[in-house]
C-alpha cells in the first residue's frame, strides 16, 4: 500500500508546523502536568493529564487546531463524526468563530458527551454505530450540513495532536516510553511525528481494549481489516478497523500495541482516582492499565490520560469495586 496524501504530507512536518499549531491552540488548550505514578519495580510512570483540558480531552487541541486550518475565511458551517470528545474541542473553537457545528454521533456515546455537546452549541444527530462508522470512513452525512472536518484524518488534527509531544519532550527528555490509547490514530501519530521531529528516541506503543483491537488486527494481518467490535463502557477508543489513509502513518509510527482487558481498565480508573486524584474515562485509563502490563517494558514511561469526560454514576460504580475494603490498584499488591 502506497502512502496517503494525508500520510506524505504528515511525515514532511516540521518542527516549524507543530509550533505554528502550538500556538493557534494557545487560545483554547493549557498546558497538561505530567504527573507521577507509583509504579514500583525501578520504573518511573508519568501520567500526561489531558483531562485537566478545559473540556475534559486532549482533543481540544485537534478541535482548535482544524479550525484554524481554515484560515481568514472560513466556512458558515461544519460536520463532524464523533463520540464526544472531539465534537466539543471542534464546537468550542468553532462557535467562537460564529460558525454552525453539526456532529453525528453514535448512539453508544456517553450521554454526559452528548449533553457536553449540545451545551456548547452543536446539532447532535446520533445513528447507530454502523451507519455512524460509514460516515467516519466516507465524509458523507447524506445532509448538506457543512464543511467536513474529520476528528482522525485531518492534518490540523493531527498536528494539533502533536503539540502533546512538544510538551512531553521539554517536560520529559528522558522519557523512553510512551503509551497512547487508540482510536483513530490521530492522537498516536501527532505526538509521534512531533517527537520523531525533535529527536526523541521514545518507543511508541498504542493500546486498545479488549472489546475492539482493530490496530492489533492490522499489525498481525500487516494490512487494516475489519474486526467485532463489542459495547463496554470504554466509549472513546475502539472501531471496526484501521482508516486506511491512517495506516501508512501508523505502521512506520508505531512500535507496538498493547491489548487490556475492560476489569483492568476498571481497575485502572479507580486506581487513578484513589491514588492520583485523578478522573479518567475509560480509554485514557486503558493507557495506565497498558503502562503497567508486564509486556510494556521501559524505565521511564509516560501514559497519555485522554480524556476524563466518565458518566458519574459509571465512576461511581467502578469506585465502590473493592476488595476487602480497600481499592484495589493494577499491577501492585491488595
Known amino acids: 500500500m502506497t502512502d496517503s496524501k494525508l500520510a506524505q504530507a504528515l511525515f514532511a512536518a516540521t518542527d516549524a508546523e507543530f509550533r505554528d499549531a502550538a500556538a493557534h491552540i494557545a487560545a483554547d488548550a493549557v498546558r497538561t502536568p505530567l504527573l507521577p505514578f507509583p509504579a514500583g519495580n525501578g520504573r518511573s510512570i508519568r501520567l500526561k493529564c489531558e483531562n485537566l483540558q478545559p473540556l475534559g480531552s486532549f482533543k481540544i487541541r485537534a478541535g482548535a487546531s ?10 458558515a458551517a461544519v460536520a463532524t463524526a464523533s463520540a464526544g470528545n472531539f465534537a466539543q474541542g471542534l464546537t468550542l473553537a ?28 452543536a446539532r447532535v444527530v446520533e445513528h447507530p454505530f454502523e451507519r455512524w462508522w460509514e460516515i467516519l470512513s466516507t465524509r458523507d452525512t447524506g445532509a448538506d450540513d457543512g464543511a467536513f472536518v474529520h476528528p482522525v484524518a485531518e492534518r490540523g ?6 503539540t502533546i509531544g512538544l510538551e512531553l519532550a521539554e517536560d520529559w ?15 498516536v501519530s501527532g505526538i509521534a511525528l512531533a517527537l520523531r521531529v525533535l529527536g526523541v528516541p521514545a518507543r511508541i506503543i498504542a493500546c486498545e ?68 486524584h485523578v478522573v479518567a474515562e475509560g480509554a485514557g485509563a486503558a493507557a495506565l492499565a497498558a503502562a503497567l502490563s508486564p509486556t510494556c517494558g521501559g524505565h521511564n514511561v509516560a501514559a497519555v ?13 467502578i469506585l465502590s469495586e473493592t476488595e476487602g475494603g480497600q481499592a484495589t490498584s493494577p499491577g501492585r499488591p491488595t
Open 305 to 317: 490520560i485522554s480524556g476524563g469526560n466518565i458518566d458519574a454514576a459509571r465512576l461511581a460504580e
Open 157 to 162: 488534527v493531527v498536528l494539533g495532536n502533536g
Open 94 to 121: 468553532a462557535r467562537r468563530r460564529g460558525m454552525a457545528v453539526t456532529v453525528h454521533a453514535p448512539e453508544t456515546a456517553a450521554r454526559v458527551k452528548v449533553a457536553a455537546m449540545e451545551a456548547l452549541g
Open 173 to 187: 527528555p528522558d522519557l523512553d516510553t510512551l503509551v497512547v490509547p487508540f482510536g483513530g490514530g490521530g492522537l
Open 209 to 276: 481494549a479488549e472489546t475492539s483491537t482493530p490496530l492489533a488486527a492490522a499489525f498481525a494481518a500487516g494490512h487494516p481489516v475489519r474486526v467485532e467490535r463489542k459495547p463496554s463502557f470504554v466509549d472513546g477508543i475502539g472501531s471496526n478497523s484501521v482508516l486506511e489513509e491512517m495506516w501508512p502513518l501508523l505502521r512506520e509510527l508505531v512500535d507496538d500495541v498493547i491489548v487490556v482487558s475492560v476489569a483492568e481498565i476498571r481497575t485502572a480508573v479507580r486506581a487513578l482516582a484513589t491514588q492520583s
Open 66 to 75: 482544524a479550525v484554524a486550518m481554515f484560515g481568514e475565511g472560513p466556512p
